[in-house]
């Protein structure tokens, strides 16, 4: 690296509040698509129709797809840079192939068939076109943070903003599911078609938008232009592979996103099917997680950050997840109200494992400006992968059988949903508190951290 680049104390400095919210609106569209996905995915492509085992392939496709993409999306964008260029392509793509996954089996159509496994192979090619899209916009918006300052502190801001910014398009998301699940019939799979092509395109409208926002208020980071545009200069895998912290870090992103990605897709089943709730509470409830956590990602960005700061706020959420992952699992029918309350502390605890498990990344990459893509492309690619395989593996025991019916008569009952809601984010909450207890996050190569967040 540059010597004078470390030295000059424009890139320590923290950064102004409208260069954060350009930043962080940049993920909007991924967002709000990333919330559809999760949460009415696995439902939708039930309730047309499909068994629970070809909506986890549909969904394992684009895990798969993305996790591949983000590698190579890493390894180009250290290559060449020009993120913004990375970000508005990959905008485009999701723009464009979203529609297509809530829209109707467009291959369906064109070879007129439409037997289950067209239907399945269908949904799964549209759903891989719209995870490379999506691979390329999230790995050049979350590696940007490191190429626009040197500050810990402001990189945090940076993160926790993101993580607001996540927040309101999930917000928005539920905002118009609600709307059109109170305005619109659900009679038939083609009033269900257009119920999820309504609010996906409203998302994609709503999305694209503030895609226009970070492209008009944001530049291309400087450091990444200055400093890393020598490919001699670039950083070999093997150098990430050698470094205990990397394989830490991965862990901890990796629990983290399992909790969060495994609890959003199974929520919509657990309220409806579990807890025998009104339609409309399967838009009611996680609005109200994505709240609590858009309140807690705010007030996260007013707070000098440290390297023990960061190891503690983590392991506050996660042990808020450990006890609200139980109360999930054992919660009986005739209790079905305490989901709300569950639902504060569960936004609680996604902020804060979130903003500071992404916030880890940036100790990792220090000043190592070069490999800064390659680290959130194979963390990005252990997650994709993760939460695929896990999610395919909880759906092929989902069962719509005569059985499950009956147990449905039951108040409280060992279901898929309660494994998928509680079990799985509690016991990858409490491993991750483990594994960042023992982190070594001092980052000895950056600009002190103790200074104001934000001009």
């Not at 030295?7 to 350009?22: L, M, Q």
Request: overall charge neutral.
């Amino acid at each position: 690296m540059d010597s004078t680049m470390g030295d000059d104390d424009s890139y320590s400095k923290s950064i102004g509040r409208w260069s954060v919210f350009y930043y962080g609106s940049g993920h909007m569209l991924n967002d709000i698509t990333s919330a559809c996905w999760f949460t009415y995915l696995l439902l939708f492509l039930t309730d047309i129709g499909l068994s629970p085992r070809d909506a986890a392939v549909v969904m394992l496709s684009g895990q798969v797809a993305d996790g591949l993409s983000t590698i190579f999306a890493g390894e180009l964008i250290d290559r060449f840079g020009h993120f913004k260029v990375w970000h508005l392509a990959g905008s485009i793509l999701v723009a464009i192939s979203f529609s297509s996954v809530f829209g109707g089996c467009i291959p369906c159509n064109i070879f007129g068939s439409h037997s289950l496994t067209m239907e399945t192979i269908g949904y799964s090619v549209f759903a891989a076109i719209f995870n490379v899209g999506w691979a390329a916009t999230q790995v050049s918006h979350m590696s940007m943070i490191n190429c626009i300052t040197l500050n810990s502190t402001s990189r945090v801001v940076l993160a926790s903003c993101r993580n607001a910014f996540t927040m309101v398009a999930n917000l928005s998301l539920y905002v118009v599911a609600g709307i059109v699940f109170t305005t619109t019939s659900s009679n038939t799979h083609d009033d269900i078609e257009n119920q999820y092509r309504w609010i996906a395109y409203l998302s994609i409208a709503v999305g694209c938008c503030f895609v226009g926002i970070f492209h008009l208020g944001t530049r291309e980071p400087r450091l990444k232009s200055n400093a890393c545009v020598d490919t001699h200069a670039r950083i070999p895998w093997d150098y990430w592979f050698k470094k205990v912290l990397y394989y830490q870090v991965a862990l901890v992103y990796v629990l983290t996103r399992l909790v969060v990605n495994v609890s959003q897709a199974y929520l919509a089943f657990y309220v409806i099917n579990d807890l025998r709730m009104a339609r409309s509470a399967k838009a009611l409830i996680p609005a109200v997680i994505y709240v609590c956590s858009f309140f807690v990602s705010i007030i996260l960005q007013e707070i000098a950050w440290t390297g023990q700061r960061l190891k503690a706020y983590y392991s506050a959420g996660g042990i808020l997840w450990v006890f609200c992952g139980a109360a999930i699992f054992l919660l009986p029918r005739n209790m079905s109200w305490f989901v709300y309350v569950l639902s504060i502390f569960i936004g609680v605890a996604n902020a804060l494992m979130m903003v500071t498990g992404v916030s880890m990344q940036s100790v990792l990459v220090g000043e190592d400006l070069n490999g800064c893509a390659f680290v959130c492309g194979s963390l990005s690619f252990l997650e994709k992968i993760s939460c695929g395989l896990t999610l395919y593996i909880l759906q092929s025991y989902q069962t719509t059988s005569s059985k499950t019916r009956r147990d449905l008569a039951i108040d409280v009952y060992m279901s898929v949903s309660r494994f998928g809601l509680g079990l799985v984010p509690a016991f990858c909450s409490l491993v991750g508190v483990a594994i960042t207890y023992s982190m070594n996050l001092h980052p000895q190569n950056l600009k002190s951290t103790m200074v104001p967040l934000l001009d």
